[in-house]
């Protein structure tokens, strides 16, 4: 059983920063690859960034690539979103998930069936 909860979302201008946490419970944390999706109002849930069980290996998609970062700490249990350089665009309610799986340069990882609450981003113009 794995759960896990989101923190961190809030409002802030183009341009801005934010960095949202995860936090899980998991005895498998350590061998889970964790990561974070996005979805707005009537729009499909879409992909954001991933990062392997030990941090080795990362991928975002296009268009937060540069501006983004995953992190986590296994001792901690903990996976952080750092969210720079913000756009409008980035608005949306972010979800931490666990276990994705089919991690591979030219596809989009498949979520696991393990998710967050989602937390909000807001950035104005």
């Known amino acids: 059983q794995v759960q896990l909860v989101d923190s961190g979302g809030g409002s802030v201008q183009a341009g801005g920063s934010l960095r949202l946490s995860c936090a899980a419970s998991?005895?498998?944390?350590?061998?889970?690859?964790m990561g974070w999706f996005r979805q707005v109002p009537g729009k499909e849930r879409e992909f954001v960034a991933v990062?392997?069980?030990?941090?080795?290996?990362?991928l975002f998609r296009d268009s937060v690539q540069g501006r983004f970062t995953i992190s986590r700490d296994n001792a901690k249990k903990m996976v952080y979103l750092q969210m720079n350089r913000l756009q409008p665009e980035d608005t949306a309610v972010y979800y931490c998930?666990?276990?994705?799986?089919?991690?591979?340069?030219?596809?989009?990882?498949?979520?696991?069936?393990?998710w967050g609450q989602g937390t909000q981003v807001t950035v104005s113009s």
């Open positions: 990062i392997s069980f030990d941090g080795a290996w990362t």
């Open positions: 998930n666990a276990d994705l799986h089919r991690l591979r340069r030219g596809e989009v990882p498949v979520p696991g069936i393990y």
């Open positions: 998991a005895r498998t944390f350590g061998s889970l690859a």
